[in-house]
């Protein structure tokens, strides 16, 4: 088995449904015998062009190990699944399993926002 990071940009409208698709790909990826080791949720994020006329979608990343079977399958249901903009699925040579540098970048701006705003006199 292989190891795969797949991206995925879904519609920002779609964004309630995006825990259950993640349910329904994951159950996909352990019924075909492959692993699920990382998976982060980037949230609605700004575009840097126009997809279908949107200028924001959520992102996820999933890093797994599977087979060829179960990524032709994954690979066909992101295609037939109107709420997802667009996919990217790169090779790895090894299971990625802390955090990603965008997943940082993230947490980063939740402390940011959280933070109390001070003015300066």
């Known amino acids: 088995m292989r190891h795969y990071e797949i991206i995925l940009m879904i519609h920002p409208d779609q964004s309630e449904q995006v825990p259950a698709m993640l349910e329904r790909y994951k159950g996909m990826i352990v019924a075909g015998g492959g692993h699920v080791h990382r998976v982060e ?12 006329r949107l200028s924001k979608a959520h992102y996820l990343c999933i890093n797994i190990e599977a087979n060829q079977t179960v990524m ?3 690979e066909h249901a992101f295609k037939f699944n109107d709420a997802v903009l667009r996919h990217l699925t790169v090779s790895k040579k090894k299971a ?25 006199v």
């Open 41 to 52: 949720d980037w949230g609605r994020r700004q575009l840097v062009y126009l997809i279908n």
């Open 96 to 120: 990625e399993t802390g955090p990603s540098s965008m997943m940082k970048t993230v947490e980063r701006e939740d402390v940011r926002r959280s933070q109390p705003v001070e003015h300066q």
């Open 72 to 74: 032709a399958e994954l």
